[in-house]
């Protein structure tokens, strides 16, 4: 078998009880994906608990793996799911999203084209209750994103990133350096953006990539995650993280 067959992208979905009825949708999102030659997927489920809700709705693929653990949230299941990860890059997918056709091919062909950029993105749009989708305002230009650009949106735009986190693709080593997601009960994967950003250029493809679902039992639509006590406490945290990473003055790559 050539060496070329083992270059990978690893897949990394958190998923608990409610959520689970929307993976095999995510799953013929991810099969539908179609990579440059010499690259495959492998897609690690990783479900936050341990309870029978989950495992029947797994894919049967050999390309999928699925394991349980204790619930800590979706960043602990992501950043737990890291210690079988053999893809050279990360790709983060929701249990309840959907990838769009060439979403994949479009992180590897901005990845692979500049080994400057530490991390990759795209545009989303809300996959409404009703089959319809709705656009985010304000999504950037197609290209680069220097060190600290999604700071700074973030701070000026009540703390809305200007690239949604759940489109992310990045480079596992220096995913693995940050120590995965934040340790927070929400906003844990803009928290790991906006430390990315910090040490390193990202990359936003104007393409829709992903295909963001909205319904009534998401986390986010939760009325503890607009708790003002806890999202300040957050957005405190994230913030302080990026902040000092930048003021180390540690880049990725190292010396950029």
């Known amino acids: 078998m050539s060496a070329a067959v083992h270059r990978r992208v690893t897949v990394v979905t958190a998923v608990h009880g409610p959520s689970a009825r929307f993976l095999p949708e995510a799953h ?104 319809s989708t ?45 120590g995965g997601w934040m340790a927070l009960p929400a906003s844990e994967d803009t928290g790991l953006l906006l430390a990315l950003n910090a040490v390193s250029r990202g990359w936003f493809s104007a393409d829709v990539g992903l295909l963001y679902r909205k319904w009534e039992g998401q986390v986010t639509g939760q009325a503890a995650h607009t708790d003002p006590a806890e999202r300040e406490a957050r957005t405190a945290v994230a913030e302080a993280r990026a902040r000092a990473l930048a003021e180390f003055g540690w880049t990725y790559p190292a010396g950029s």
Do not use: M
């Open 134 to 178: 709705a656009g985010f305002p304000g999504d950037p230009r197609e290209g680069p994103l220097e060190r600290g650009a999604v700071l700074d949106h973030w701070k000026r735009h009540d703390f809305r990133a200007p690239v949604h986190p759940a489109t992310l693709c990045v480079r596992r080593d220096l995913l693995t350096a940050l």
């Open 28 to 131: 013929a999102s991810l099969d539908a994906q179609r990579l440059p030659p010499g690259w495959t997927w492998e897609w690690l489920i990783q479900q936050d608990g341990e309870s029978d809700e989950v495992r029947p709705y797994v894919p049967d693929d050999p390309r999928v793996t699925f394991r349980q653990g204790r619930p800590g949230g979706p960043g602990v299941a992501r950043t737990i799911a890291l210690a079988h990860a053999r893809g050279a890059y990360v790709k983060v997918l929701d249990a309840d999203d959907r990838l769009t056709p060439g979403a994949l091919a479009r992180d590897l062909a901005a990845l692979e084209a500049d080994p400057a950029l530490g991390w990759a993105t795209s545009r989303a749009l809300d996959l409404l209750p009703d089959g």
